[in-house]
Nanobody, 122 residues
């Protein structure tokens, strides 16, 4: 199984970024997918998750209203559209897959990508 994130970078506060995660080696449509992030010096934290069907999504309080998670089961892709970025969004962003329903808990995910760095300057 491989999860490969892309789309990170250095942006200014208020800008937007779209992260992508390409999945391979798994029956993608059977997996809930999620984005987590790890700010410098902090633990990994939940950002957003989407059910296998794409019909249900969950967000952290910090992501609600600014971030949107989506998936394309035909292309084995999951996305995170991030708008109105803030310096506190600076982190390494990870894509994760879980067989079964989505979760906000790090330890409940089966597979992880290597992460993509997002840096938001003020």
């Amino acid at each position: 199984v491989q999860l490969v994130e892309s789309g990170g970078g250095l942006v200014q506060a208020g800008d937007s970024l779209r992260l992508s995660c390409a999945a391979s080696g798994l029956s993608f449509s059977m997996y809930a997918m999620a984005w987590f992030r790890q700010p410098p010096g902090k633990e990994r934290e939940f950002v957003a998750a989407i059910a296998w069907s794409g019909g249900i999504a969950h967000y952290s309080d910090s992501a609600k209203g600014r971030f949107t998670i989506s998936r394309d089961n035909a292309e084995n892709m999951v996305y995170l559209q991030m708008n109105s970025l803030k310096p506190e969004d600076t982190a390494v962003y990870y894509c994760a897959a879980r067989l079964s329903r989505s979760s906000t808990r790090v330890y409940e995910y089966d597979y992880w990508g290597q992460g993509t760095q997002v840096t938001v300057s003020s």
